[in-house]
């Protein structure tokens, strides 16, 4: 009866497959994705909102069925190495980047882990990817194409001052990929009869000098390239313009959401939104090079009334029926 006894006891430990079964067993590992923003924290609460709802969306739930290792540049630029490798020694399973110089430094970092960019101008131009359709290496995502729009922009500030000859333009000498909206730019300007003046701002450091200078020049600007820095310091832009009393022309709604004139560009939020689809079919096995790159397929036009009453303009029927949304 002992030895039949101990018997029972024995085949229950090992199980049916003579493998022992302990009541302690390990929890299932649930991914973890490394989340890279050049922003600081509350500048961008509405992107990182944006990637959870993307996720909640696809049925994910944040530490149960996955992790966020979220780091943030506080706006500096050039901190975004060092976070993207330090969450790149986590070990995580997908990272998702913002911003072009962030991704960049991914592309830098790892050649295995796969990358999820989001908020790129051009991804082909900067040589994150091979070509949209088929990105290749360990990068995909969603484009944000603004180098294709960067005349348009323009063409909408002079519609909006008609008389304007000289229009300032903010730009970071460190994000290479002004370069190329400088080149549109120009290219646009002289169809439009328009001088430009480039203010260099490498860091918060050098807004109101910028400011200084495009009111000494006259200028009927500025129109602020799409950047990391500026998006981080939107309240600080914004104030500047409204201080220096010119009308400006921004990227994302953000602005004018924050007070500034106006912004003609793709939203965001739903960018990132999108963003997490990506990491879900990486995640579920699809390799980053047979996921083509998303482009934005529309564009916003954003005007804040309340800033134009106080800069004393008054904004054409034209474009008063083509914006998407009015801030009153």
Do not use: C
Not at 69 to 80: P, Q, S
Request: proline share 6%; net charge positive; aromatic share 6%.
């Amino acid at each position: 009866m002992i030895l039949r006894t101990l018997g029972l006891i024995t085949a229950l430990a090992l199980g049916p497959f003579g493998l022992s079964v302990s009541s302690g067993a390990q929890p299932p590992k649930i991914p973890r994705v490394g989340y890279v923003l050049p922003t600081t924290s509350a500048e961008s609460r509405d992107y990182f909102e944006a990637v959870r709802q993307g996720f909640r969306e696809l049925g994910y739930v944040e530490g149960q069925t996955i992790a966020l290792e979220v780091r943030w540049a506080e706006g500096r630029l050039e901190r975004l190495p060092e976070l993207v490798a330090e969450v790149v020694r986590l070990k995580v399973d997908v990272l998702l980047v913002g911003s072009t110089p962030g991704n960049l430094a991914a592309k830098n970092a790892t050649t295995t882990i796969p990358i999820v960019m989001v908020g790129v101008a051009d991804p082909v131009r900067s040589g994150l990817v091979a070509s949209l359709a088929r990105p290749g290496g360990n990068l995909t995502g969603v484009s944000l194409m603004t180098t294709e729009i960067s005349a348009k922009r323009l063409q909408l500030l002079t519609e909006v001052l008609p008389k304007v000859s000289r229009v300032a333009v903010l730009t970071n000498p460190r994000t290479s990929i002004h370069a190329v909206f400088w080149q549109e730019t120009q290219e646009a300007a002289q169809k439009l009869a328009v001088r430009l003046q480039a203010l260099e701002l490498r860091g918060p450091e050098d807004f109101e000098g910028a400011f200084r200078a495009a009111t000494r020049g006259r200028t009927g600007g500025p129109l602020a390239f799409d950047d990391s820095l500026t998006t981080a310091y939107r309240n600080q832009i914004v104030a500047l313009a409204a201080r220096s009393r010119l009308p400006a022309m921004y990227g994302f709604r953000e602005f004018p959401d924050a007070g500034g004139l106006m912004s003609y560009g793709t939203n965001i939020a739903d960018l990132y939104r999108r963003a997490a689809t990506f990491v879900d079919k990486i995640l579920k096995g699809t390799k980053p090079a047979d996921l083509p790159v998303e482009q934005p397929m529309r564009f916003e036009l954003v005007i804040n009334m309340k800033t134009a009453k106080t800069l004393g303009i008054t904004f054409p029927p034209s474009i008063l029926v083509r914006a998407d949304h009015v801030i009153q």
